[in-house]
């Protein structure tokens, strides 16, 4: 099954890296500043990443417990970071580097999976028409900006763009084309799947990499769907079927390197974000957006620093795991490897965690990050609350004995031993 290694893994790393990353204010920095080509001019000739290590920055990512990760080869802005021979709009001509081979083979080294993200749009293409989306969408007179765009032109130069990244690096293993917008914006029209010719570009996909998954934003359905930037509340499904799906996050709410945005989110936060997604059978793909120069921002390494020591000490409870057919206390959710229930205790309350309908069913209970047994017992469901004594629990409840100092990791898990 192609998305096997997908479903295993349930943890990676996006990396978003290009001309932005210099101007230091969010990746749609283009768009927001209303920047033409020549504005945008200066980051071109001053890209210079002496610091994009892409093997240290695969071990970042093995180390942090990810088992994939997806680079921009092509953000909105037309920058390619690969040798593209239909464009010299790349990072040979800014500064002689082909970052993603680098990138791909650094992946390939760490025995991580190969995934590349390619933007549809293209602000600094000549054909690519003036929408609701691009930099020049305020100049007084769109129409005549537009005179002798042509979107088929622009649509064989995409093509060609993906051909090129699906032939010159050997097997890719994700590929996250982003995004569609068939609305109006401004008066505008915007882009649909006929724009893109997405029908006959994923036919080219499926021919050049067979194995290859492909996401859901060519505007026509793909292998897994892609929530951004919230966190759903249930499996998907759609039409009675499962969704394979994966949650796209930020470190703090911008994709780009954006020196000043100090909202970074904790990083309990975002493990208790991972844990809920793998609760509902979804993946988490978390970013990190290098500096200008390439590097990890500290930041950045800290949190993944954190998230990688919870991730060696509770990797089974995430990696390989999936939803529980089991209703969660209130205190956490679940996930399930085998005949392993993980409890990831989102909350730690005193003394006692009450689990519904598992009484009879768990042959050992034990906190896993340091592998400590937890007495387990079943209440008479009739016993009557006292001044030192608790109403007993619902019928099939079991109860686990919790130490009162909750453990000193970023989300405690207990794993439970199922009898079958």
């Known amino acids: 099954m192609r998305q096997q290694w997908f479903d295993e893994a349930r943890f990676g790393m996006f990396v978003h890296f290009g001309l932005y990353s210099g101007a230091a204010r969010h990746e749609w920095v283009q768009n927001y500043e209303f920047l033409s080509d020549e504005d945008y001019r200066p980051y071109f000739e001053h890209f210079d990443p002496d610091l994009f290590d892409a ?41 002689g580097r082909d970052l993603v081979r680098e990138y791909v083979d650094a992946l390939r080294a760490e025995g991580l999976r190969v995934g590349l993200y390619y933007s549809l749009l293209d602000w600094h293409h ?33 093509h060609a763009q993906v051909r090129e990244l ?22 505008l029209a915007g882009k649909g799947p006929e724009d893109w010719g997405a029908e006959t570009l994923l036919a080219m996909c499926r021919e050049l990499q067979p194995e290859m998954l492909v996401n859901d934003r060519l505007g026509i359905p793909g292998d897994f769907v892609t929530p951004e930037q919230y966190q759903p509340t249930s499996p998907l499904v759609l039409d009675g079927e499962p969704q394979v ?43 990190i957006g290098p500096d200008g120069r390439g590097a990890i921002a500290p930041r950045d390494a800290r949190t993944l620093a954190e998230i990688g020591e919870w991730m060696r ?8 795991a999936g939803h529980a057919p089991f209703d969660p206390p209130r205190e956490g959710v679940y996930t399930r490897r085998g005949r392993k229930l993980y409890l990831h205790m989102l909350s730690w309350p005193l003394g006692f965690v009450h689990l519904p309908g598992l009484a ?7 906190l896993l990050d340091d592998g400590s047994w937890l007495r387990t017992t079943v209440a008479d469901p009739t016993q009557k609350a006292a001044n030192m004594t608790p109403a007993g629990e619902a019928e099939g409840t079991l109860t686990v004995h919790l130490p009162v100092r909750r453990p000193d990791v970023l989300v405690p898990v207990i794993e439970l031993t199922l009898a079958d």
């Open 55 to 95: 093997r240290a920055l695969a071990r970042r990512a093995k180390e942090t417990g990810m088992g994939y990760v997806v680079l921009t080869t092509k953000h909105h802005d037309g920058f390619a970071l690969w040798d593209t021979a239909v464009s010299d709009f790349n990072s040979i001509r800014a500064c």
């Open 245 to 287: 799906w994966e949650a796209c996050q930020t470190m703090n709410g911008s994709w780009g390197y954006h020196r000043d945005n100090t909202e970074q989110k904790p990083a309990t936060l975002l493990v208790q974000m991972l844990a809920d997604s793998v609760s509902m059978d979804g993946n988490m793909l978390l970013n």
């Open 126 to 158: 000549p054909d690519f028409t003036v929408d609701g989306n691009h930099p020049r969408r305020a100049d007084d007179d769109i129409a005549a900006l537009n005179e002798g765009r042509d979107m088929a032109r622009y649509r064989e130069f995409l």
């Open 166 to 187: 699906l032939t010159g690096y050997g097997q890719i293993d994700y590929l996250f084309f982003d995004f569609t917008y068939p609305q109006s914006s401004d008066g």
């Open 313 to 320: 000490l509770h990797r089974g409870a995430i990696v390989g």
């Open 360 to 366: 009879g069913k768990v042959t050992y209970a034990r």
